[in-house]
């Protein structure tokens, strides 16, 4: 007795949108190498496109330096530019790159190819320098080349303007995976502007420094209330102001360098 026959997948082909060479391809496939001139082709039901790329015009050991300063800035927790780094990894992510037209106006679109937790990525925009044809030629070194998943289609409907040209690009990124305070938090320095994105970090505690304020506040109303209201008393509310000044500057210092 025979068994039910056995199906493979579905195959279309395409002509390569760059050196016209038929590409064949399995129909659930939306990127595909042509097998002649290497370049990666892009396919939705609109058709092939080529597939592009940005370089990364901020080397590892720049972008490091970048994630340490932005962690040490005001806003940040003490000494989160020494938390220790669990990840620090080149990636490039694949973005829908969308050109409308507005009248007599452009505006390009970027939008996340691939669901992802990292952040800032629907903040994304185009990157300095030319886009690259994604082909043999281009370099990617070790980057980690993340495939998309999104389909295009899910964000035409929405997309406001006339259509002018449509495309997936790969974009650099560096994804920094850190830890502190017993918890992993992630951030993201984009390979060609140096821009870190970060949704969720480690905050410097404000509770300390609106008491500081607060008292300080009170103190110094209080001084100049007997420089105003007691004449006599005038030098002694100055030297309460000036006690309170120095007060608040060595309890400033405190509470900066404790948390």
Known sequence: MCGPPAYGPAVATVDCPKCGAPVSFDVSTTLVRCEYCKSQVFIDRRGATLT????????????????????????????LETAPVRQFAPLYFPVYFLRRRF????KVFIEPA?????????????????????????PVGGARMVP?????????????????????????LYQVD?????????????????????????????????TVGALGLLGSAGGWALVFLYPG???????????????????????????
């Open 114 to 138: 691939k669901a992802t937790t990292l952040p800032g990525l629907h903040g994304l925009k185009v990157p300095p320098g030319d886009m690259k044809v994604f082909d043999a030629d281009f």
């Open 233 to 259: 008393l005038a030098l002694l509310g100055i030297a309460a102001v000036i006690g309170v000044a120095a007060a608040i500057g060595a309890v400033g210092y405190r509470v900066a360098t404790e948390h």
């Open 52 to 79: 592009y790329i940005y370089p990364f015009l901020v080397v590892a050991d720049q972008a490091q330096g970048i994630f340490r300063r932005w962690a040490s800035g005001s806003r940040m927790a003490k000494d």
């Open 103 to 106: 009248g007599p106006e452009e």
């Open 148 to 172: 998309p998943e999104i389909g295009l289609d899910q964000y035409l409907g929405a997309m406001p303007g006339e259509p002018i040209e449509q495309a997936l690009v790969y974009l650099p």
């Open 178 to 210: 850190y830890d502190y305070g017993g918890r992993t938090y992630s951030a993201v320095v984009e390979g060609s502007t140096g821009e870190v994105f970060a949704s969720d970090y480690p905050r410097r505690r404000s509770g300390a420094y609106v």
